[in-house]
Nanobody
Framework: QVQLVESGGGLVQAGGSLRLSCACS????????MGWFRQAPGKEREVVAA?????????YYADSVKGRFTISRDNAKNTVHLQMNSLKPEDTFAYYC????????????????WGQGTQVTVSS
């Protein structure tokens, strides 16, 4: 079974940066599509960024974060990161790491495992 643990969230001022990390306990990590989602109270989860399985490392970004966020993975270390720059108050969400089926996945229904979330709060 796969366990995901996020870290790196916190409180930051607008314009600042945070780097979220996700540690995965799965032994076939490289075969999983990975993604970062975010969810605010009263809202559905939405994809922030995704990265493909294997070594091709195709990526997807939500329009709202393009040019500001970067997703990366290190298959040797079973980790995924989300570098968040130029943060805005509208980026305030709980952020979740997810692992899914092979390929590049952008829908939450395509993911099988989820972390517990890490809160990101951006003040104006």
């Amino acid at each position: 079974q796969v366990q995901l643990v996020e870290s790196g969230g916190g409180l930051v001022q607008a314009g600042g940066s945070l780097r979220l990390s996700c540690a995965c306990s799965g032994r076939t990590f490289s075969n999983y599509a990975m993604g970062w989602f975010r969810q605010a109270p009263g809202k559905e989860r939405e994809v922030v960024a995704a990265i493909s399985s294997g070594s091709g490392f195709r990526t997807y970004y939500a329009d709202s974060v393009k040019g500001r966020f970067t997703i990366s993975r290190d298959n040797a270390k079973n980790t995924v990161h989300l570098q968040m720059n130029s943060l805005k108050p509208e980026d305030t969400f709980a952020y979740y790491c997810a692992a899914g089926r092979y390929g590049l996945r952008t829908n939450q229904n395509e993911y099988d495992y989820w972390g517990q979330g890490t809160q990101v709060t951006v003040s104006s």
